[in-house]
């Protein structure tokens, strides 16, 4: 094997443009003549619309062009990209998600008009000339409301605000109602998961392009899927054919979810663009971000567990309000559904589980998968109530969760939420866990705190996620209206180099550094002759793009498999060079030879022979030495790992103080050991800002209080401890070639629950009756729960 | 950001009859505002830069005073100011290192946002704000949240601060803007002693008179053990209750006095 393949923790090749400022994002590309677009924006959360003027807006100085609602009447809605159907079986509820706000606005913020001009500052000015007199209706805002239909409808064409009512799994919800009826003992719990904020670095941008000379259009935009969104411009929103349409995601400064989708600004530049003949382009500034980008989690869950006396489960019961704010964004229906309620059986071998769960418009952001999408959720309702549980029982938290956990020789295991898990050794997490995090220091760890005046408290979780949805044919049959496969072209070039182009879209992931390391691992050449391309349609096969930790479990398969054919085809132009058959030539570290004498041909010189094709066997193989392959798994993947956690609390402030964070994670094998440690330490801050930090919050009337960085709490370095990560106790995914599960979520899904279960313990053994306190877990919030 | 027209004076006296323009803003650091005049918040059509004119930028301590010119950065404040030490360290913790080296001590103050750490600092030092007009005392100044006895076109010059037997700043961070949720300034002069209040009260910042009395006789911890302020006054909003930000004017000022 070469310097570099599979496991090496080689650097990032893309982190010299990073870090040298020598990136390119959508908004450092300004074409000639560049035209600058600024969107009118809803101040009023619900409102009618009854006239919109906007001709003192057109005269004004630059002003090329004013879109409104109308202009959009006759093209397409922005789709959802899965039917959920409800309990009774009636299909979800689907109200158009116009380009521009027509007839109604639904959320401060939703776009009404839109301005082009040939300066950003002429778009702004005229926009504030616009004339809308939009009549403010009452708004939906609290879920509860919502969903009693008491008073106003976000869609009055639906007659409802529940967008779908959905029971998982529907035919095992008598016999866990009746479990938990019998059951000795049963834990419930009522928690919110608290609404964030994606907030990534780089502002959503777009830049639309048409050639009147050829008819096509060119979008280059801050996308994690660009496939993804040309599908859904052409075939749902604009129609303009894929054919004539190309979509450019260049460098891109984070998505966690926020870029998959595709919005109505998009749409709106390339139609601009091809009525004016000049480029146009749109930079979201942070208000803006706050305001339109899809916000994540807002889940309002009740969760019951039932167990023996000595612990062994019986049943989970979840009901669920999940808001999908004003309109349904592209995967908003599937992430409160199939990547959340089919996670309900954790890792445990529970016999009954029940979720349902209401989906609810409300006069807020859209709402949709934010990094973990679904599984957050359902870890952080599950290892709540468990930890809750346990301290009801007077059981350690750690002897309940072995108790239960599914065992290592019961793989593949079928979970009581439907899902078959294929590999996983959760004792081993967990023994690893009481080591690292040295458990058994942790009261005299305790004792120190206290006389510093602080509360001390140890947290754990055990959690399990699915990554790399698939397969088609399942998720067709559960409602998803796209496949979820990836695509790999691998092009050997005549001098020996490698060009691969992906599916997958690299945000921040590394994927230029470790991609690579499969190829050169699999060829046995240098990783450093190897280059991914990735983020244009024209130039690399349909793929799915990069969400759900889905790159390497799923792209990374395909790059395996097309390089699998390119070594069959290798294969047998060096058998030709070497006068022998196929069947009898060896390959490894980059030279194939035959076995028993010493005639080898290099990998190079096969290339070579490959595009410069004297002396060969035309007839029977053909030149060139280039493969693609499509690769729809067979299953998910199921990352999963223990966490543990200690917290300290100022009793006189309610303050947090992280002392410890320990991440053990399963993600099988691992590529590239530094990326995935970046990416474990990613989501653990994010995740560790959704436990203490981040809160997005409207008011009764629909506004959001918490609008800007001054209100809206990131996690900073100095709120975060120093990380453990170790992902050495790993089992292989049993279904795709390379045998890794996918990490990029993980740490986001494993550390809220931990937080909180820290917090929560400091509090009891500091004497505090206190079994609960929702996120973020504030400073404000603890000393009122402690205060109560 | 709206058109505006930039005056670069060379003197206070230049500076000061620039801002007898229509419309005239000074311009200090530019940390709040520019901000709001960049999501078009604000729309001064003549800035008036104060920041590079060198009689108002510096740093000396005589005769027991500390004098900051009011254009002087919190980074300088931070870095020259020894000779008061809590005041020192109060500027070293506004914001970040950004913020730091733009924001002016003068600008703070006039701006008066009931969060800053520089009224605290002030009220509770009982300093001196020097202007291009008269001297008026802290306890006179601070009238209002965002509002103060300066005149239209006033401009701060100089703060001058008594420099007290023992001081100490505690600031407990707002979790996203990391202005004072809320501050407590504590400064002993002799027997007399001061305590400032930042970040709690609807009113803006305030001396907290009941605490004052109980460690001008006694300055111990215990001595203001059992006051409260009126939670009646006190800001209510996402980050704190109004009855936890009372709370922790207490828990504060007890640790304030503990670190004097």
């Keep these: 094997m070469p310097d570099g393949g599979i496991g090496a923790p080689t650097k990032r090749r893309e982190d010299t443009r990073f870090l040298t400022g020598r990136g390119k994002y959508t908004d450092d590309f300004t074409p000639q003549n560049t035209s600058y677009c600024a969107f009118a924006r809803s101040q009023v959360a619900n409102g009618k619309i009854k006239s919109i003027d906007t001709s003192a807006a057109a005269a004004m100085p630059g002003v090329l062009a004013i879109f409104t609602g109308e202009d959009f009447v006759e093209v397409g809605g922005n789709p959802a990209g899965w039917a959920i159907v409800s309990r009774d079986g ?75 009512d959905w029971g998982w799994i529907e035919d095992n919800r008598a016999a866990t109602d009746e479990a938990i009826k019998k059951a000795p003992h049963v834990t419930t719990l009522e928690l919110i998961n608290n609404r964030l904020v994606p907030n990534a670095l780089e502002p959503r941008c777009s830049i639309g392009e048409y050639d009147p000379g050829t008819g096509d259009y060119k979008l280059t935009t801050t996308s994690q899927n660009p496939h993804l969104s040309r599908l859904l411009i052409s075939a749902f929103v604009l129609g303009i054919p894929e054919n004539k349409l190309t979509v450019l995601a260049p460098d891109v400064g984070g998505g966690f979810g926020s870029k998959i989708y595709h919005y109505g600004e998009e749409a709106l530049v390339l139609a601009a663009a091809k009525k004016l003949g000049r480029p146009v382009k749109w930079t ?121 956990f599914i065992k290592k020789d019961q793989y593949p295991y079928a979970s009581a939420a439907g899902l078959e898990y294929d590999s996983g050794n959760y004792d081993a997490l967990m023994d690893g866990l009481e080591k690292t995090a040295d458990f058994a220091g942790f009261e005299a760890r305790r004792a120190e705190s206290a006389k510093q005046g602080k509360l001390r408290g140890l947290g754990i979780n055990a959690y399990i996620e699915a990554c790399g949805i698939a397969p088609s044919n399942l998720v067709g049959i559960l409602g998803a209206r796209v496949g979820l496969y990836d695509a790999a072209t691998v092009r050997v070039n005549p001098t020996g180099n490698i060009s691969v182009m992906v599916g997958a879209h690299s945000h921040g992931q590394g994927h230029e550094t470790a991609f690579p390391q499969i190829v050169a691992d699999m060829l046995g050449v240098d990783p450093e002759t190897i280059d991914i391309v990735h983020g244009d349609t024209s130039k690399i096969p349909f793929g799915m793009g990069t969400y759900g930790s889905r790159s390497l479990a799923v792209c990374g398969s395909a790059v395996f498999r097309a390089t699998e054919k390119i070594i069959v085809k290798a294969t047998a132009i060096a058998a030709h060079m070497l006068e022998d058959e196929p069947d009898n030539i060896d390959f490894s570290d980059g030279v194939f030879s035959i076995a028993g004498t010493n005639k080898s041909v290099g990998f190079g010189d096969v290339a070579l ?135 990029g979520e993980a740490g986001a899904i494993g550390s809220p629950p931990t937080i909180v279960n820290a917090v929560v313990d400091a509090l009891a053994r500091g004497g505090h009756d206190v079994d609960h306190i929702d996120m973020p877990v504030s400073p404000s919030r603890v000393w009122a729960a402690m205060n109560k | 950001m709206y058109d505006f027209d930039l005056v670069i004076p060379s003197s206070v006296a230049d500076a000061a009859s620039a801002m007898k323009a229509d419309g005239a803003q000074a311009l200090g650091g530019g940390q709040t505002l520019l901000p709001t005049m960049k999501q078009r918040l604000a729309a001064p059509e003549v800035l008036v830069k ?35 030490p809590a005041l020192a360290a109060l500027a070293g913790n506004i914001g970040d290192p950004a913020v730091r080296n733009r924001g002016t001590i003068g600008g703070s103050i006039a701006n008066n946002d009931p969060a800053a750490c520089y009224p605290a600092g002030a009220l509770g030092s009982g300093a001196t704000i020097i202007t291009d007009r008269r001297e008026i005392a802290a306890d006179d100044f601070f009238t209002d949240l965002f509002e103060t006895a300066l005149d239209e076109g006033e401009i701060i010059t100089a703060v001058n601060f008594p420099i007290p037997d023992a001081a100490n700043y505690q600031k407990f961070d707002q979790p996203a803007s990391r202005f004072a949720l809320v501050g407590v300034f504590v400064a002993r002069f002799g027997d007399a002693v001061r305590v400032a209040v930042t970040g709690a009260s609807n009113g803006g910042v305030f001396r907290w008179s009941v605490a004052e009395e109980a460690l001008s006789a006694d300055f111990s911890a215990s001595a203001v053990e059992g006051l409260a302020v009126n939670a009646g006054d006190m800001i209510s909003d996402l980050h704190g209750s109004a009855a936890y930000r009372a709370h922790l004017i207490g828990v504060l000022t007890r640790r304030a006095v503990q670190s004097c």
């Design chain 2, 50 to 84: 104060l920041s590079d004119l060198a009689e108002m930028v510096g740093v000396s301590a005589a005769s027991g005073i500390l004098r900051v010119g009011g254009a002087t950065t919190h980074a300088q404040v931070a870095e020259e100011g020894a000779a008061y």
């Design chain 1, 609 to 743: 022979k490959a595009y410069i094709p004297h002396e060969y066997p035309i007839e029977g193989l053909e030149p060139g030495l280039e493969e693609t392959a499509f690769y729809d798994p067979a299953n998910f993947t199921y990352p999963s790992g223990a966490y543990a956690s200690e917290v300290e609390v100022d009793p006189e402030t309610g303050k947090v103080t992280i002392c410890s964070m320990v991440a053990l994670d399963d993600f099988g094998v691992v590529v590239n050991p530094m990326i995935v440690t970046g990416q474990v330490e990613g989501g653990l801050a994010q995740g560790i800002g959704q436990a203490l930090l981040e809160n997005s919050v409207y008011d009764d009337n629909g506004q959001l209080l918490s609008g800007s960085l001054m209100d809206y709490a990131m996690p900073r370095a100095d709120d975060l401890p120093s990380f453990v990560v170790d992902h050495s106790h790993a089992t292989r995914c049993n279904h795709n070639p390379i045998g890794s599960k996918g990490c």
């Design chain 1, 90 to 164: 009636e299909p979800m509820k689907e109200p158009k998600r116009p380009v521009l706000a027509h007839g109604k606005v639904r959320h401060v913020g939703d776009a009404y008009a839109a301005v082009i001009a040939d300066t950003l500052e002429e778009a702004m000015d005229a926009v504030e000339a616009i004339e809308a007199d939009i009549e403010e209706l009452d708004a939906v805002v609290d879920m509860a409301s919502a969903v009693a239909n008491s008073g106003t409808l976000v869609h009055d064409e639906i007659g409802t605000n529940t967008c779908f």
């Design chain 1, 284 to 404: 979201a500034t942070r208000t803006e971000a706050f305001l339109s980008d899809a916000h994540g989690r807002d889940h309002v869950t009740k969760i019951e567990l039932a167990c023996e006396k000595d612990g062994t489960f019986i049943a989970f019961r979840t009901e669920t309000m999940a808001n999908v704010g004003a309109y349904l964004s592209n995967f908003s229906t599937a992430t409160p559904t199939f990547l959340h309620g089919t996670l309900m059986a954790g890792n445990y071998t529970v016999p009954n589980v029940y979720v349902n769960v209401k989906a609810v418009f409300t006069n807020t952001a859209p709402v949709d998968a934010y990094r973990g999408a679904g599984r957050p959720e359902a870890t952080y309702s599950l290892e709540r109530v468990i930890d809750k549980c346990a301290r009801e029982l007077g059981m350690d938290p750690v002897e309940i969760r072995r108790k239960n």
